[in-house]
């Protein structure tokens, strides 16, 4: 540990200005504040300071995913690993790559994406194609507008929103029938080649055609669908510690989920034909991985807590028309970029009826 | 919770041989000496006054030689003796001011005279109010909850009767506007105390406030009990401004010297001590720090003012002086570590699975400054009820109106946003310097103003007399 500190300030220099690699600072500043903590001391009041960084709050996201990647590996076999690899890889190439242009550090924000990204991919998908849209999604969808903090839409959602839309054909038939064996696919590596099971048809689009799987195996995700989306279990309790953390609002998820709920349920009571049963359709898909991991994301969805049950609302109502009445079978990647959308303008409306009311105040 | 909560006694220091008293204090700057370099002094004579805040005087706590070149901004008295003597203001010039102002006025003069005026807050604004005003109200705090400042229950401790008779008196300062007493739990035995105390004397309000900082800064206070901001000022006092009050008017005594928390995680005995001002910061850093490097506060940990090396003595006004240790060892690999050790706003430490415990803060910034991400942590902890991120976005995108709009000016300056921000922004420290740029916006709009104004006046005058000439 020492030993690593003496290094550090060793090769300091050679990034700092005048040094032959100053252009690398951000990575080399990145590399060492993973390891130590930083230096830097607070100047004037308040003098201490909490001490919950952003590394932290990253962390505590990428702490809430390990049931859903331990379900993916468990399901889809260790080609997932390869597959966080090369999104981690793609993707901090281009964080990397614009931190030293702006010379700014890294953003711990890429963290997150990088690990949520496979995890709402299918699980065969060429690994080219994980490269691409990852990258596509932290350069359109966040770098353009400014880096972490200060981009509209999720750069998960939106890489996944660019492959659907670029490529629909694979995206929609790299599906995996997960294997009932005891041991999973743990000990497989499977891929688009060498698949024995090969099933194009997740649960969702099964319901189109009338095919109800059971809600037990939903729960568990022995069912095909993006890698980690499918263990309800998993998604579950890493969401509830998400939620008690409080790094995720529980406002945007309760609002999701009960609106869906609300209005899954009164269609499936007005229309059993068309619209499957309330607990099968909360399971299913994506619905409930979008809810806890992605529409959380503070910078994306509201700030304002009755701009998040807005949101919230909106999300849920959107999900249930999109899977119900249209010709896709998923709606939730649509519906979260379009609350996206309106979270700017939620949030204005409500800052300014609050600010009108300060305004009163002597 | 924190460690380095100073205990609830206080403790007396020894005499100091040489005094230094500074010039300068957090509201005060006494640029007016009115003593010459050498001059004998006895206690209670004042030294100077700052002329910019109605004469408050700074007065000589002990007996002794006055030396105003020794040390740049400070006072140096030498010799110093403890002077039982009194001093009697001198009685023709108090018959002069009583014809002057009547009875209450002579009480409002006494208390500047006699140092007790210091102890006053404008409540909205923070800044001494007029002596010889009438306020709409007179607010009184019992509780200080900035971490680690003197507290109320301490400085009452002992002096109860002393209290009401200040309260009073305080009274008397009045027509019929209310005294607001605040109180922690106004049902527990020591406000049934008082009550019985002030019983058909005084028209005193109690008002309970929850532990909770920062819910006994004056303008919160203020504005939960609806006082407005536009009407006459609101007087604010804390316990020791009322002992001080009792002190003057009752005993016609100055005030000299003050209980001061000794606190923070620096200290090997948190505690209070009684001291006067000017004390030697040198006596008090020897005594109570332990720590080799260590940043000395003067105030809270929240809201303090750094004491660098050029401070040698106790300031007039202050209430506590909290010892922080600076950080030295950088943590290794700190975000994946579980941190039972550390009790944070946000459950993202297991710590939050413990009890109640004690953690030892230091100066450590404790991350790196990221941009904003809208956790909204900030607004969830601000007091005043404005939106430390909204304004911070509008101050990044310099639209001065909208921060302006968004009411900046009800910042109480608490330090809570930019303690709880996980981007380590620096929240009140950027709408401090708003406020400022605001103010002086202000101020050159309104003289922009006052000119033209002149100048139609004058053209006007000339017209006139053109008219007047043809």
Redesign the interface.
Known sequence: ?KRL?KIIEAVRPTFEEGGKLRAFKPVFGALE?????????????????????????M??VIISVVPSVLAAFYFFGLRFFLMIIVSYAAGLTVEAIFAMVRKE?I???FFVTGILFPLILPPTLPLWMVAVGVAFGVFIGKELF?????NVFNPALVGRCFLALAYPKTMSASWLEPSYQLTGRLFNYVNASNVDVISSATPLALAKQGELCSVSHLLLGSVSGSAGETSAIAIIIGGVFLL????ANWRTVVSILGSFALLGGLLHYALPETVGPVLWHLFAGGLLFGAFFMATD??TSP??NTGKWLYGILIGTVTVLIRNFTGYVEGVTFAILLGNITAPILDEII?GI??RR??R?? | MLSGRPEGVVRFMPEPELLYLPLRSRRFVFSEVVVKDGQRVSNGDTLARDPDNYGVPLLSPRAGVVRLNKCENHIVLEEVAKDEEQVDMAKEELSHIERQMGAAGIKQYRLNVLGAWQFFYDAHTGALPDPLGTPQAIIVSTVSLEPFLARGDVQLHKRLSNFTRGLEQLQSLLEYQPIYLVLPDIKSEFANLIRNHIRGHALVKMVEIPLTYPYDDFSILARKLGLKRSAEPVWAVRTEGVLAVDRALTLSKPCLVRIVSIGGTGVNSPTHIKVMPGYPMQMIRDKYVFEPVARMINGGILTGELLGTEALGLDTECRGITILPELKDREFLGFIRPGWDRSCYAACYLSSLRERFSERFTTGLRGEGRPCISCSFCEEVCPAGIIPHLIHKYLYRDLIEEVEQARVDLCIECGLCSFVCPSKIDLVRQFIDAKRLIEQEKEEIRQERERQEKLRQEELARKSIEEGSE
């Not at chain 1, 400014?146 to 200060?150: A, C, E, K, M």
Request: net charge positive; no cysteine.
């Open positions: 540990m500190l504040h993973f390891f130590f903590a930083p230096s830097t001391t607070t100047i004037g009041a308040p003098h201490v300071r909490d001490p919950l960084d952003l590394k932290r709050l962390s505590m550090g953003n711990e924000g400014g880096g972490t903090g200060r008690l953390t409080r790094v503070p910078v700030t304002t800052f609050r600010l300060l305004a105040e002597g």
